[in-house]
């Protein structure tokens, strides 16, 4: 099946530095990846949609210059969280697309745990 | 943008039961509704899904039937098990760029043995 993994797993970080997440497909190429975030008993909100050489299209409120998208590869999405505040604690999670086909499913990864002290 | 409300937020079922669990979505031209099973601190699974051009699948215990001109879409869990219990989401998709998903607000189902 495929494989999508992140890392780190978990993160404690400071207030006011940045935090990278990375984002890959391991056995497939990912025509689209995506980035959600979401808190404690709540919903996925999706942030972004990523695809490769291009630049990430972010939802509506979703600061871009706070959440930087690279997708240099078919395999590797990074998320970096930048002058983190512990409002940004949250578990943020990625999942990839592998066709072009209407209706492929998305495979997510298993999160990322980000902790801003 | 799409919207997609859920219901209900919370639901006990007796271990041997049935759950049914309801979303509606806002935006007719959404045509894929995957839901997904997530455990806590852990990723959401694919469990089942369904296009707009049928208005039921079943997939042995679980159950999804769409509604498309109510703009509504069930899943139904049988003879419900312990291990069932987890948060269930539902999602909207629309065709076109990206097939970016709405997910709902989520279902904590739990199971009592």
């Known amino acids: 099946g495929a494989v999508v993994s992140q890392h780190p797993s978990w993160v404690i970080c400071k207030s006011g530095t940045s935090v990278k997440i990375e984002c890959r497909s391991l056995?497939?190429?990912?025509?689209?990846m995506f980035w959600y975030r979401q808190f404690p008993k709540q919903s996925l909100m999706l942030m972004a949609t990523?695809?490769?050489?291009?630049?990430?299209?972010?939802e509506q409120g979703v600061e871009k210059d706070k959440f930087l998208i690279n997708h240099a590869s078919l395999t590797l999405s990074t998320l970096t969280v930048t002058s983190a505040h512990p409002e940004d604690s949250s578990f943020y999670i990625c999942?990839?697309?592998?066709?072009?086909?209407?209706?492929?499913?998305?495979?997510f990864g298993p999160g990322t745990r980000l902790t801003v002290t | 943008g799409e919207n997609v409300e859920q219901h209900p937020s919370t639901l006990s079922v007796q271990e041997g039961d049935s759950a049914v669990i309801k979303c509606t979505y806002s935006d007719s031209a959404s045509n894929y509704f995957p839901w997904y099973k997530q455990e806590l601190g852990k990723r959401p699974q694919l469990i089942i899904d369904i296009r707009s051009n049928v208005g039921e699948k079943k997939d042995q215990r679980i159950a999804v039937t769409l509604n498309k001109t109510a703009k509504h879409f069930s899943l139904h869990i049988t003879e419900t098990q312990p291990e069932d219990s987890a948060v269930y989401f539902c999602?909207?998709?629309?065709?076109?760029?990206?097939?970016?998903?709405?997910f709902g607000t989520g279902t904590k189902l739990q199971v009592i043995p």
């Open positions: 999602a909207a998709s629309m065709p076109g760029g990206y097939q970016k998903v709405t």
């Open positions: 990523s695809n490769e050489g291009s630049k990430a299209t972010y």
């Open positions: 999942s990839a697309i592998r066709g072009l086909a209407l209706w492929d499913e998305q495979y």
């Open positions: 056995d497939f190429q990912a025509t689209t």
